[in-house]
């Protein structure tokens, strides 16, 4: 009948993390608010490779520049913020298709083949992080 008797080993252990915490991560809330950081950089990251692409982005049938792109992209944007949970998420739902007909955007540049935006927009981002995982290691 050993169940009554206290568990040394068990008290030991909880004695000790009373007295020594296992170290944590930062809060919940500082790494949501880190993570948004994150979000919202990448989102101005894509915002401006749009606006500086010599291609030009075809929404519902109509060609456009790319400033022009990332005015109509941004107004998106605002409208849907709230909703926005990270960079991928823009892109699919704000980025790369059009919010009334669901069609695609595509983009048409010189000398490449056509492609929907969602995939040019998935590789800027792919190669931004890529970038800056490679300036942190160093």
Known sequence: MNSHKPNIKLFLISFLLLINPPAYPE???????HS????IQ???????EIKKTSCKLKRNGTLHTGPEAEKHIR???RY??????SAEHFIRYVA???????RPYTLICANINTQETKHWLLSRLSAHRKQHTNKQLK
């Open 96 to 102: 790369s298709r059009s919010s009334w007909t669901g």
């Open 80 to 85: 849907a913020r709230n909703k926005i949970k």
């Open 27 to 33: 809060s919940t809330h500082q790494n949501a608010s």
């Open 75 to 77: 107004r998106k944007y």
């Open 36 to 39: 948004k950081k994150i979000m």
């Open 42 to 48: 990448e989102i101005s990251f894509l915002l401006s």
